[in-house]
């Protein structure tokens, strides 16, 4: 049974069994164009992203902390050395000794990333040959299709920026600006990769559509775009 709450998220409840004990999960639900902050029984905060979905225990029993990912998250996790806390995304398994990361994993994305902001975190699974250690500003990339995986150094903080109430760019450069904007929409860009790291914009997002923003970006940048379902193409004018 699902339960919909007013802005747009829901919570479901399920019992499995197990040979001891019946266990209660909680299932988190974002539509699309939504998105909500939630406390977890240890108390670890979690965002979920537009149409996500967030599996967890009633109660984290053992010695781990299992949660399972479709779709995008950024956790704030509570402390306990004892009891490791692991987000289940697809393929990969993303096991915490930190505190704040991001994980993308949606069902239809070409790729299953996690972005480390502070402390550290183990990427491993059946796919990963060697565990994966991230330090803060790394971002881990799984290629679905191949599945090859890499990890780059980045600003982690712009994979978070989907969170915020509004973003606020001030002579940013159009690179930075996608990636913000890529969690902001649930989207992906394509721009030459020259062209976005050269060219600087200063401009604000609150509640405005991809269209209002293109639009608006259109009139400040030399470019043109287009948008097709869930991706946006832009073009350098000549």
């Not at 994305?109 to 059946?126: D, H, M, R, W, Y």
């Not at 600003?155 to 001030?170: M, N, Q, S």
């Not at 969690?183 to 209002?212: K, V, W």
Request: net charge negative.
């Amino acid at each position: 049974m699902l339960l919909l709450l007013g802005i747009g998220y829901g919570i479901g409840r399920w019992e499995k069994s197990s040979d001891q004990d019946d266990i209660v999960y909680n299932r988190l639900l974002t539509a699309e164009g939504s998105k909500g902050r939630f406390i977890l029984p240890d108390g670890s905060v979690v965002w979920l992203n537009s149409e996500t979905r967030l599996t967890y225990p009633e109660h984290f029993a053992g010695d781990r902390r299992w949660v399972d990912l479709e779709g995008e998250a950024y956790f704030e996790v509570a402390k306990d050395a004892e009891k490791p806390f692991i987000v289940q995304a697809g393929d990969i398994d993303v096991e915490v000794f930190g505190i704040s990361f991001n994980v993308n994993n949606y069902s239809y994305g070409e790729f299953v990333q996690t972005a480390l902001l502070n402390g550290s975190v183990k990427i491993s699974g059946k796919i990963v040959k060697e565990p994966v250690y991230l330090k803060p500003n790394e971002l881990f990339k799984y290629r679905k299709m191949d599945q090859s995986s890499s990890v780059e150094a980045v600003k982690a903080g712009l994979y978070a920026d989907w969170i915020k109430d509004r973003l606020v760019f001030d002579n940013a450069c159009l690179s930075d600006i996608l990636i913000s904007m890529k969690g902001r929409y649930n989207m992906d860009f394509e721009c030459p990769g020259q062209f976005a790291a050269s060219t600087h914009l200063s401009f604000m997002i609150r509640q405005e559509s991809i269209e209002e923003v293109m639009e608006a970006m259109r009139l400040i940048a030399p470019i043109k775009y287009k948008i097709s379902g869930k991706k946006v193409c832009i073009i350098p004018k000549k």
